[in-house]
């Protein structure tokens, strides 16, 4: 049983899943014109799976006869301090995100909304996963101290992040 406040979350949820994907496309660039392409491959890959969180939902939203309305995007911070700035506001952009989702879920429990409310477990696991990535990245740049050889060995882990859609995707 679907409700107008859900289906209005969840267009909330779209645009910032759209946000995330435009967030982090800021952050490849800036990786990108300090010429650490593996940092900018990282985020490259990330954006994808941004888009990919919003192609879900959009198409739920579809899916239970609701009507998708996009909203403006807020130009996203362009320029940091620091690789180490990078991963804070990420980390941090992902555990606004985390909560973001959890308040729909347990709206969707209060309404009676089980089909949504199942539909959003793939996203509380997906987020407990990009949390701990970006906390993981952001970890070894404090373990490393922004070191130059340090960044340019993690720069080469970085690069070797590679794109693959989710199967909850494939199977839609
Ligand atoms: Fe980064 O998980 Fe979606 O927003």
């Known amino acids: 049983m679907r ?3 859900i289906l209005e979350m969840l267009n909330e949820q779209l645009n910032r899943e759209l946000f995330s994907a435009y967030f982090y496309t800021a952050m490849e660039a800036y990786f990108a014109s300090q010429n650490l392409d593996g940092f900018a491959n990282f985020f490259m ?20 006869g609701g009507r998708v309305i996009l909203k403006e995007l807020k130009q996203p911070k362009i320029d940091y ?17 985390t909560s973001s989702i959890h308040e729909i879920a347990k709206a969707a429990l209060e309404e009676k909304d ?17 949390e701990e990535t970006m906390d993981k990245i952001l970890r070894k740049l404090k373990f490393i101290k922004e070191d130059p050889s340090g960044l340019l060995f993690l720069d080469k882990e970085l690069s070797t992040r590679v794109y693959t859609p989710p199967s909850i995707l494939q199977e839609n």
């Open 3 to 5: 409700s107008e406040k």
């Open 81 to 97: 301090s620091s690789p180490t700035e990078v991963f804070e506001l990420a980390l941090s952009h992902e555990r606004f995100i």
């Open 114 to 130: 089980l089909t949504t409310h199942n539909f959003l477990q793939w996203f509380i696991n997906e987020q407990a996963e990009e």
């Open 45 to 64: 890959v990330q954006t994808k799976e941004e888009l990919d969180h919003a192609r879900l939902i959009f198409d739920y939203i579809n899916k239970i």
